[in-house]
């Protein structure tokens, strides 16, 4: 793995730290996708990276709200524009969805969000990996014998037991977290 995408994956982990702590800035009910708002013939939208199915699914949704909110654009335009902030495979999986059971932003916010949290996962194990080579997180002292922890069901590398996978590990979760607050991951460091 190269070292500018770790130090992205780093960024990833910690908005979705950050989005785990109850940090929503995602409070659109009872907004509907399919108003009938008009954007300008000549509006332009701006220079948002479109989201091709890799990366953090609730970054990219507050990226475009950062964007578009200043801009004076109310929630039923930002909705409007939320299509064609996707590219690829995001938005082939965005154009499979079925509108009549997600109706309305926030479920389709939230639908979006839900299919490419495996990003973050995926991720997480990858901060594990990296942090237990630089020597800053070791596993922790398995409470059985690794031989027959091991045997059956989801095995998490940090706890070196079975009964939950590291994605789902709320321990290494959180001393991820106390790494980066106490600035031991600095992301712009790694990306040399
Ligand atoms: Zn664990």
Request: aromatic share 10%; proline share 3%; with cysteine.
């Amino acid at each position: 793995m190269e070292n500018h995408e770790f130090a992205q994956q780093v960024k990833d982990i910690k908005a979705a730290l950050a989005h785990s702590k109850g940090d929503q800035i995602l409070n659109f009910d009872g907004l509907c996708l399919f108003l009938n708002v008009k954007l300008s013939e000549n509006f332009k939208i701006p220079d948002i990276e479109k989201f091709k199915g890799t990366g953090n699914s609730t970054s990219h949704v507050r990226h475009i709200i950062n964007t578009l909110k200043p801009m004076g654009l109310n929630d039923e335009l930002i909705a409007q524009l939320f299509q064609r902030t996707l590219t690829g495979c995001g938005l082939d999986w965005f154009l499979t969805l079925d509108f009549t059971k997600y109706e309305g932003w926030q479920r389709i916010t939230n639908a979006f969000i839900n299919q490419y949290a495996y990003n973050v996962q995926i991720e997480l194990e990858d901060v594990f990996h990296i942090l237990e080579a630089t020597g800053d997180l070791k596993p922790l002292q398995p409470k059985f014998p690794s031989n027959l922890a091991q045997k059956g069901g989801e095995y998490c590398k940090y706890h070196q037991v079975t009964g939950h996978s590291i994605e789902q590990c709320g321990a290494l979760k959180n001393a991820v977290q106390d790494h980066i607050d106490q600035e031991i991951i600095d992301p712009t460091k790694l990306d040399d």
